[in-house]
C-alpha cells in the first residue's frame, strides 16, 4: 500500500504561483509515474500534469503548458507541482496520484492508470 499526502495549497490571487507537494508513504519503491489532477466544482476530475519514476518523462494538460511544472525527489519520495501565473480557472481540489502498475517508459492521462490517490488539497484563485 501507498499513501499519499498533499499540501501548500491555500487562497491567492491570479498571477500569483504557488508550490503543491505530495509526500509518499509505504511501499514507495513499488510507484512508478506520479501525476496531478484537479477537479473544480461541478466538473470531473481532469488531469494536469504527470511524471515518469525516472522523471525524463513528463506531461501537461494544454490548459497548464507553460506554467506549471511536475517534479519528483524520489529520495524523499515526494512529488511537487510548482504553479505560476495562475488564473481563477484554475480554482480546483488538486489531488496527488501514484501508478504502481505501469512503467518508468510511459506517463498516463487517464485517472484510471493511478490506483493511488491523496485526499486532495483546496486551490483558490481570486481575480
Known amino acids: 500500500q501507498v499513501q499519499l499526502v498533499e499540501s501548500g495549497g491555500g487562497l491567492v490571487q491570479a498571477g500569483d504561483s504557488v508550490r503543491l507537494s505530495c509526500a509518499a508513504s509505504?511501499?514507495?519503491?513499488?510507484?512508478?509515474?506520479m501525476g496531478w489532477f484537479r477537479q473544480a466544482p461541478g466538473k470531473e476530475r481532469e488531469f494536469a500534469a504527470a511524471?515518469?519514476?525516472?522523471?525524463?518523462?513528463?506531461a501537461y494538460a494544454d490548459s497548464v503548458q507553460g506554467r506549471f511544472t511536475i517534479s519528483r525527489d524520489n529520495a524523499k519520495n515526494m512529488e511537487y507541482l510548482q504553479m505560476n501565473s495562475l488564473k481563477p480557472e484554475d480554482t480546483a481540489v488538486y489531488y496527488c496520484?501514484?501508478?504502481?502498475?505501469?512503467?518508468?517508459?510511459?506517463?498516463?492521462?487517464?485517472?484510471?492508470?493511478?490506483?493511488?490517490w491523496g485526499q486532495g488539497t483546496q486551490v483558490t484563485v481570486s481575480s
Open positions: 496520484a501514484a501508478d504502481s502498475t505501469g512503467s518508468d517508459l510511459y506517463v498516463s492521462r487517464r485517472a484510471t492508470a493511478y490506483d493511488y
Open positions: 509505504g511501499r514507495t519503491s513499488s510507484i512508478y509515474s
Open positions: 511524471i515518469s519514476r525516472s522523471g525524463r518523462i513528463t
